[in-house]
């Protein structure tokens, strides 16, 4: 994976790991992070997914392939 997504990534992965929705609930990350989960995630690591999601899509554009992702 491309450095630009790779910090993304990790504060995504420490988002989730600090999360109810692992810490008392018990869910994987991989059920945290499907659709029907997300009233247990807090609205900050849905937007560093969001932010994750959009540095993926990214490195997929043409467009964006050429100009870089946004930082």
């Known amino acids: 994976m491309p450095s630009s997504c790779k910090e993304l990534r990790a504060e ?3 988002c989730i790991l600090k999360s ?8 994987t990350p991989k059920e945290c992070l499907r659709s029907d989960n997300d009233h247990r995630v ?8 969001r ?3 959009e540095c993926r899509r ?8 050429f100009r870089g992702n946004k930082s």
């Open 12 to 14: 995504l992965v420490d």
């Open 20 to 27: 109810d929705c692992i810490l008392v609930d018990g869910l």
């Open 42 to 49: 807090p609205p900050e690591c849905m937007a560093i997914k």
């Open 51 to 53: 932010s994750f999601f």
């Open 58 to 65: 990214g490195l997929l554009d043409m467009r964006t392939r």
